[in-house]
């Protein structure tokens, strides 16, 4: 299975500041037929359904604020939030998708400072 | 918008099967650009995937749970299943159903999930 360790595990940013999530993956995650890394990202709040925020590493999803971007290639990545706002609060998990079983990371805690 | 919710019951003995359903609106589970999808998270620990189901009956399921999950689908309700047999505590977390697109099996819509105990 293909492991996903996400750092850190929890995060405290201050309103309006930048907040950036990691993802490693214990194997490349790069496509060499369609050069595609198959990462996701999604948001999870408190007695709500997770929400796709990110898909091929950096695709935002539609709907998705331009505040949150995704980056990196191969077995690192990253979600950024460029200036954090209060709905933000939230868990977010990075999942593979290049092979079964999908796996996620563990979950990185945002808060506010 | 698609909307998926989870129901069945909340409590499960040990040894005994837990059995759920997702109820799809505002879309089709016939629909051949999904798959249908369980998700469980154990409390205080991170998101596991189950298995998938496409609306022809293919099956995914992962390596772990394989021996001891079914997902079906029923097409005429609107509706796929799963079954987990022979439960544990270990068993005991949060289910989701969850739509996956074909061509990058992402989860875009997530049922709110429903907490499965299982205990005596």
């Known amino acids: 299975d293909i492991v996903l360790t996400q750092s850190p595990d929890s995060l405290a940013v201050s309103l309006g500041e930048r907040a950036t999530i990691n993802c490693k993956s214990s194997?490349?995650?790069?496509?060499?037929?369609?050069?595609?890394?198959?990462l996701a990202w999604y948001q999870h709040k408190p007695g709500q359904p997770p929400k796709l925020l990110i898909h091929w590493a950096s695709t935002r999803e539609s709907g998705v604020p331009d505040r949150f971007s995704g980056s990196g290639s191969g077995t690192d990545f990253s979600l950024t939030i460029s200036s954090l706002q209060a709905e933000d609060v939230a868990v977010y998990y990075c999942q593979q998708y290049y092979s079964t079983p999908f796996t996620f990371g563990q979950g990185t805690k945002l808060e506010i400072k | 918008q698609v909307q998926l919710q989870e129901s069945g019951p909340g409590l499960v003995k040990p040894a005994e099967t837990l059995s759920l359903t997702c109820t799809v609106s505002?879309?089709?589970?016939?629909?051949?650009?999904?798959?249908w999808s369980w998700i469980r998270q154990p409390p205080g620990k991170g998101l596991e995937w189950i298995g998938y189901i496409y609306y022809s009956g293919i099956t995914k399921y992962n390596p772990s749970l394989k021996s001891r999950v079914t997902i079906a689908v029923e097409m005429s309700k609107n509706q796929f299943s799963l079954k987990l047999s022979s439960v544990t505590a270990a068993d005991t977390a949060v289910y989701h159903c969850a739509r996956v697109r074909t061509g990058g099996d992402v989860f875009d819509f997530w049922g709110q999930g429903t907490l499965v105990t299982v205990s005596s």
């Open positions: 505002g879309g089709s589970v016939s629909s051949g650009y999904y798959y």
């Open positions: 194997q490349s995650l790069l496509s060499s037929s369609n050069s595609k890394d198959y």
